[in-house]
């Protein structure tokens, strides 16, 4: 049975799709704004996939800590 797609998102969750190297193509990575913010499935360390989520996360006026290991 497959699951209806959802045509929207909750309020405070955001979501962008983050390249790959690989045939699958893309993921989904979404972002939960709150206190801590979350990251869920932030892809691969890879340069064109980082770039676009640390430019997705500045359009949200969010950026990657110094420590590169949070959400601020």
Do not use: Q
């Amino acid at each position: 049975m497959l699951v209806p797609a959802i045509a929207e998102l909750p309020h405070g969750v955001l979501r962008t799709a983050l390249p790959t190297p690989f045939p699958v193509g893309d993921v989904n990575c979404y972002v939960i704004l709150g206190s801590p913010v979350t990251v869920i499935d932030p892809g691969m360390i890879w340069k064109t996939s980082t770039d676009r989520i640390e430019a997705f996360l500045a359009a949200a006026g969010l950026r990657v800590s110094e420590d590169r290991k949070s959400v601020v």
